[in-house]
């Protein structure tokens, strides 16, 4: 079973920076790729962005490219996201997770279990 914890979370203000971190544990086999999604109150979760574990081609909700960057330390087994020029409408609960055996990278196997970023205006 592959557990995630994420740390980076906070309050910042508008045009503000955060850094996520996700690092995962407990996994016995490959892993095609990580990623995050956030989840904003009363809306539903919503793709952020993607890397792929080999390689590392990555991916962005449109709403995020150019502000946000996905990376990862797979010595470390851990998954960044650097957030800049943060919006209000950035605010969420952001998840990481593991696609394991999706190898399109379309639904992850396991999840974390969130932290909160909230962007004051």
């Known amino acids: 079973q592959v557990q995630l914890v994420e740390s980076g979370g906070g309050l910042v203000q508008t045009g503000g920076s955060l850094r996520l971190s996700c690092a995962a544990s407990g996994r016995t086999g490959r892993t095609y790729g990580m990623g995050w999604f956030r989840q904003a109150p009363g809306k539903e979760r919503e793709f952020v962005a993607s890397?792929?574990?080999?390689?590392?081609?990555?991916s962005y909700a449109d709403s995020v490219k150019g502000r946000f960057t996905i990376s990862r330390d797979n010595a470390k087994n851990t998954v960044y996201l650097q957030m800049n020029s943060l919006k209000v409408e950035d605010t969420a609960v952001y998840y990481c997770?593991?696609?394991?055996?999706?190898?399109?990278?379309?639904?992850?196997?396991?999840w974390g279990q969130g932290t909160q970023v909230t962007v004051s205006s």
């Open positions: 997770a593991d696609y394991g055996s999706s190898i399109w990278l379309t639904e992850p196997d396991y």
């Open positions: 890397i792929r574990w080999s390689g590392g081609t990555t």
